[in-house]
């Protein structure tokens, strides 16, 4: 994958981040901008296990997939980086992270990464979750880049 052909599906997404069903959270990218942005989607189906029903009856997705959700797009950002391709992508933290609206089942939930700091072994990007162009989560996180990953 040395030039990048977008959009990605499924199938190119899978040979970047090494999660796999149930914990894999990004359907597609739909835009991409080396070392500094990145846009994928994520359709919440209503069969999703971990969606949790409220009060109201309605089903919604928990926060903490949404935050993973987010991780996800932007670890895609940093290992479609030739030199980090084979590397592994460790979520160290969340700073300043707002929920604004819950995200429902049916929803198609639009993440954006932009990049702060992107250095050899750590860095941070601001994310931000829109469903139908309303934020409903948006906030900063910082990762480290790993050794590269074993094979399976």
Known sequence: MSEVRLPLEQADILKILPHRYPFLFVDRIVAFEPDRRI????VVSHNEPMLTQGPDGAHTLPVAILTETVAQ????????????????????????????????????VEIEALVDVLRDRVGRFRGTA??????VAH??????????????
């Open 39 to 42: 846009v994928g989607i994520r």
């Open 73 to 108: 797009v932007g670890a895609i950002l940093v290992l479609l980086k030739p030199e980090n391709r084979d590397r592994l992508v460790f979520f160290m933290g969340i700073d300043r992270v707002r929920f604004r609206a819950p995200v429902y089942a049916g929803d198609v």
């Open 130 to 135: 829109r469903v139908d162009g309303r934020v």
């Open 139 to 152: 906030g900063r996180m910082t990762f480290a880049l790993g050794p590269a990953a074993k094979p399976a």
